[in-house]
């Protein structure tokens, strides 16, 4: 339509000009000659429409198609079936065939927040919803979508991009609605993300959008009060102080163990010793034995009197001896110490 | 004079030239192009004759109306995206919470849609009155838990059911339209419900966190008990280690003296007699000798 509207406005300057330019020359435009006036007026009308309908056929039947764009072209309204490739285009003039163009750029769709420019608005009650074990949380999620069926994306629904945008909002729910908290907050957002870009590339395929789902980003998952986090905090909190229970208690586990080993080795190490010196005893005295045996098969009788003589004087010599009869009595007192001196002097 | 005739002579020429030739030319082309319209792939041609409709263009491309006796509107024939006014429903468990659906539809049949709802805004407020009585019914039959948690997938099941009730009302209704979806977008519950869910959530959590916290030390006092017990038993064991070394070194050692005393008994006999004086007889001993004892032979010198 701004062709058309161009070519008009091209076609009556043209006319305008070609009058001046003829009046500069003196050649007047009204001419005395009313016959020769009208067919002239005539003659610059049909030049001028001429000129305006030549101008709207260029104009118009001509169109660049950029390489990160997508053309569809219509005939009286009917698409093409091909979508037209990037470079200069020549088509039938408007209003016959007509060209539509959409971008083949990735498009981002953001649900709690909009980007405008630096600024972060943030929309929490797009954001808010209720996990599946009755929790209330604030989540933020961009979809990255581009057109791939430019056809469809035209002509299969009335806006493509708000269906797209509360199909999200509903895929979003659904699988917040089916995770819990905990889940939501941490080690679960990797399949939360899975499954809402499942759900949602599932509508948008049974709507027939013609976007694809390039990526879908959890940004954000946060707790709707301050006390409502620090509650969550504490919990944090309590656990950590749980492994450091553990921790501490494991220490005095290690401790003992450790000194209790030490002992072991100790108590160990003395019963063996123990049992090295039993041993040894056992030897020595052997070797005693075997020595004064080795001696005795000699001539057993003068050992076996020297032996007793020895035993008696160093045992005897402190003892007192009283020497009895067969009844009992005592027969005589003998200081026997004396005598022992007596005959080692 | 003359020239002023044939002056007037010629514009009468030129006036019949345009009445008579240029005139009816443009005209005709004017009605010819008012008369033709396009049609687009995601449009239906209603075609209308004195207000009656006669015809339904489904086919895109250039259409052309008889003048003056049919007129042309359109009605749009892909999926129509119409945002459901959010509503209060009461839940089985009298729980009240607030739903939020966007619908998909489209028409189906552009003359029963006419007929009986005339406008897309018409069609939009039946959808929404008929939508919500019977997500209130159906909704009204599950549990908050069950509404907000679709896992278990009765609410999936509860839309299509909805669904189908309204097919099945706008189909008996002949009102020429659709649904090609519902889903639900958002739930939320009435501001003072939110505010007891907070304070649910912080005294789940303070019980959460104190539980840890006994966890905690019923694990610490647990592992301490253990490692006190291994230690004990280790002790134990550790003692019956060592005596049973101990008793290794005195059965070798017997077997050592046994070994050796067995060689000769009797000089065992007086060996190990004499030895048991030497230890066993000190300064305070008292011996008793009898009178013909032969220790009394050395002492006397016989």
């Given at each position: ?335 026997i110490e004396n005598v022992l001196q007596k005959g080692v002097e | 004079m003359k020239e002023k005739t044939s002056v007037f002579q010629n514009i009468g020429k030129t006036f019949k030239k345009i ?284």
């Amino acid at each position: 339509m701004k062709y058309a509207i161009l070519a008009i406005l091209i076609g009556s300057y043209l006319v305008i000009d070609f009058i001046k330019k003829r009046r500069a020359r003196g050649e007047d435009v009204i001419d005395i000659n009313p016959k020769k006036r009208l067919s002239f007026n005539m003659k610059f009308i049909w030049l001028g429409l001429a000129v305006a309908v030549g101008a709207l056929i260029v104009f118009t039947s001509f169109y660049t198609v950029d390489q990160t764009e997508f053309a569809v072209l219509t005939t009286f309204g009917k698409p093409s079936d091909s979508i037209v490739e990037s470079g200069l285009k020549f088509k039938l003039p408007y209003p016959i065939q007509k060209v539509q163009k959409l971008s083949k750029e990735t498009f981002s769709l953001t649900l709690g927040y909009r980007e405008k420019g630096d600024q972060l608005q943030i929309m929490e009650a797009e954001s808010k919803m209720i996990t599946g074990d009755e929790n209330i949380v604030l989540a933020d999620l961009e979809v990255q979508w581009k057109i791939v069926d430019p056809i469809s994306f035209i002509y299969n629904t009335s806006d493509p991009e708000t269906i797209l945008y509360n199909a999200t909002s509903s895929s979003l729910r659904t699988v917040i609605g089916s995770s819990t908290v905990d889940d939501a907050l941490t080690d679960g957002r990797t399949k939360i993300i899975n499954d809402i870009r499942e759900n949602l590339v599932e509508l948008a395929s049974h709507y027939n959008l013609g976007i694809s789902i390039i990526n879908v980003n959890l940004q954000d998952v946060d707790l709707p009060t301050k006390e409502v986090d620090a509650a969550f905090k504490s919990v944090t909190d309590a656990r950590e102080e749980r492994i450091t229970k553990i921790n501490e208690a494991n220490k005095y586990r290690n401790e003992k163990i450790n000194q209790m080993e030490g002992e072991q080795a100790a108590i160990l190490s003395k019963a063996e010793g123990e049992k090295i010196s039993i041993v040894e005893k056992a030897k020595g005295d052997v070797a005693k034995f075997n020595a004064t045996y080795s001696e005795y098969k000699n001539n057993p009788n003068i050992t076996r009197q020297r032996l007793t003589i020895q035993t008696i004087e160093s045992t005897f010599s402190g003892a007192k001896l009283i020497i009895v009869d067969d009844s009992g009595n005592t027969v005589r007192y003998l200081p026997i110490e004396n005598v022992l001196q007596k005959g080692v002097e | 004079m003359k020239e002023k005739t044939s002056v007037f002579q010629n514009i009468g020429k030129t006036f019949k030239k345009i009445v008579f030739i240029y005139l009816p030319i443009i005209l005709i082309a004017g009605i010819i192009l008012a008369n033709t319209f396009i049609i687009k792939p995601n449009e239906y041609g209603v075609i209308k004759e004195f207000g009656r409709i006669v015809k339904v263009i489904e086919e895109e491309g250039l259409k052309i109306k008889i003048p003056f006796i049919q007129s042309v509107s359109k009605l749009p024939k892909h999926i129509l995206f119409y945002d459901v006014p959010a509503t209060e429903i009461n839940t089985f468990d009298k729980k009240r919470i607030l739903v939020d659906y966007y619908t998909l539809w489209k028409i189906t049949d552009p003359i029963a849609m006419l007929e009986t709802l005339k406008t897309i805004e018409a069609a939009e407020a039946r959808l929404s009155d008929i939508m919500y009585s019977s997500v209130r019914n159906e909704l009204g039959k599950l549990e908050y838990g069950e509404i907000i948690n679709p896992a278990d997938n009765k609410r999936g099941s509860v839309d299509l059911v909805v669904q189908d009730n309204i097919n099945n009302i706008l189909r008996n209704n002949l009102n020429g339209i659709e649904i090609v979806d519902i889903q639900m977008k958002r739930i939320d519950l009435p501001e003072s419900n939110e505010q007891s869910v907070y304070k649910r959530m912080i005294s789940e959590r303070a019980s959460k966190a104190q539980e840890y916290l006994s966890q905690g030390d019923a694990e610490k006092t647990k592992i301490m008990a253990n490692a006190d017990r291994e230690v004990a038993e280790l002790i134990a064991r550790t003692s019956s280690r060592a005596q049973e070394i101990i008793a290794e070194g005195e059965k070798e050692a017997a077997k050592i003296y046994n070994d050796s005393y067995s060689q000769d008994p009797d000089f065992f006999k007086l060996y190990t007699t004499l030895n048991s004086y030497r230890t066993s007889i000190d300064n305070e001993t008292l011996i008793m000798i009898p009178i013909d004892s032969p220790y009394l032979k050395y002492l006397s010198g016989e």
